[in-house]
């Protein structure tokens, strides 16, 4: 019998950034009313039709907010996961499921999983201060991560040789080997409560080495069939041992060898997956929405290839945002802004994104970099 879709279900996110903006814009999609809890001013504030002004981090808070939901949802790790725990155990469906969350915390615990269920990841270390660092110098060059509250490059330092120590962190981490890179790649994976699976075509992932944050992405990346097929049966084997309802972000290293390691893994909308409201049929927002409420995954392929730039603060400025720039590239062909709405600027602050599609990925490369050059984010 065929199941009926209500767009009474009462679905809640914990987070209201511009993640969660952009999973309301695909929820009136689908008719559903997202009830969103973050701090006051955060971005979803003023567009949320239900916003609950909260702490996502606090016990009582988050349990408050669930309560009478049928389904509860993250846009953030960084959240309360007894809190879930304790909602599960009173029936709200959470996806990602509080397990999954907890593991995800926790870099360490994420190195142990692929280990154990046989995905490769870079060779690793596990540190419970300084003091396990200086013991480690042969282990270097290494790149050392905070196992918990790191985010967008920040709790990631490189520690190339033992006269680098004194920069490392002193607190529980991972020191990973240093992999010599020759892409960076990403895949979204989706799994709904009845075990369907999607992937998105592999992206490919250009970083600003100064503030540590994807400046590129192209779509679809630049990789031989066979580093596709693998990154992707890779990423279902991840989300199937979670065991997890959602979509989850894979990032990958492909070392200049040709071998693919995992990085690490978010589950919810991502960075790597904004190009796919204009490129690809179904954007990640929309197969979060479907997979979480046990709807039919969406077709995942590429409409057009395309390039997305993260509209980042300007370097050496502060205060009220301003688009500078904005008119011109508006002007042109395939160029798609998206304006987080953040009153404040700061330098590295994602600001917004800008996706550029065309039928040739050359072409759509080159504008991209004429939308760079052009538009710039000040803080006055
Ligand atoms: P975050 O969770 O803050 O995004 P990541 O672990 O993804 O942190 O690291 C941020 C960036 O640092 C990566 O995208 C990559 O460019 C670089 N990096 C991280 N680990 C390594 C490594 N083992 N070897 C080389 N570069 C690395």
């Given at each position: 019998m065929n199941s009926t879709f209500s767009t009474d279900l009462k679905i809640g996110v914990l987070g209201g950034g511009q993640l969660g903006r952009m999973l309301i814009q695909a929820a009136i999609d689908l008719g559903i009313d997202l009830k969103i809890m973050d701090?006051?001013?955060?971005?979803?504030s003023q567009y949320a039709a239900h916003f609950t002004c909260g702490d996502i981090r606090n016990h009582e808070e988050v349990v408050e907010f669930g309560k009478n939901l049928d389904i509860l949802t993250i846009e953030i790790e960084n959240v309360n996961v007894d809190a879930l725990k304790e909602l599960e155990s009173h029936g709200v469906n959470v996806y990602p499921q509080p397990n999954v969350i907890e593991l995800i915390q926790d870099k360490g615990l994420q190195k142990q999983f692929y280990e154990k269920i046989g995905v490769p990841t870079a060779p690793y270390k596990l540190l419970k201060d300084i003091t396990d660092l200086e013991t480690?110098?042969?282990?270097?060059?290494a790149v050392q991560k905070l196992r918990?509250?790191?985010y967008d490059g920040k709790g990631v330092t490189a520690i190339e040789s033992g006269e680098n120590i004194q920069n490392g962190f002193d607190a529980p981490s991972v020191l990973e080997k240093f992999v010599d890179l020759d892409k960076e790649l990403s895949v979204i994976v989706s799994r709904n409560n009845k075990g369907e699976i999607t992937t998105f075509p592999v992206v490919e992932q250009e970083f600003n080495p100064e503030a540590n944050l994807v400046e590129f992405l192209f779509s679809?990346?630049?990789?031989?069939t066979a580093i596709q097929e693998q990154a992707e049966a890779y990423a279902i084997k991840i989300i199937e041992q979670l065991d997890m309802v959602g979509i989850l972000a894979v990032e990958f290293f492909l070392d200049r060898s040709g071998n693919l390691f995992v990085n690490e893994v978010a589950p919810r909308p991502h960075n790597?997956?904004?190009?796919?409201?204009?490129?690809?049929?179904?954007?990640q927002f929309q197969q979060h929405l479907r997979a979480i409420s046990g709807l039919p995954p969406g077709a995942t392929e590429i409409i057009l290839p395309s390039v997305m730039i993260n509209l980042l603060g300007e370097k050496g400025s502060e205060g009220e945002a301003h688009y500078e720039g904005l008119e011109e590239i508006l002007k042109w062909k395939g160029v798609y802004p998206h304006i987080y709405g953040k009153s404040i600027s700061k330098p590295?602050?994602?600001?917004g994104h800008i996706t550029v599609v065309n039928k040739d990925l050359t072409e759509a490369k080159k504008l991209a970099l004429k939308v760079k050059e052009t538009i710039r984010v000040i803080g006055k």
């Open positions: 701090e006051e001013n955060a971005p979803c480690e110098i042969e282990f270097l060059p918990k509250g790191g679809p990346a630049d990789i031989t790597s997956g904004h190009q796919t409201i204009e490129g690809n049929y179904t954007s590295f602050r994602k600001m």
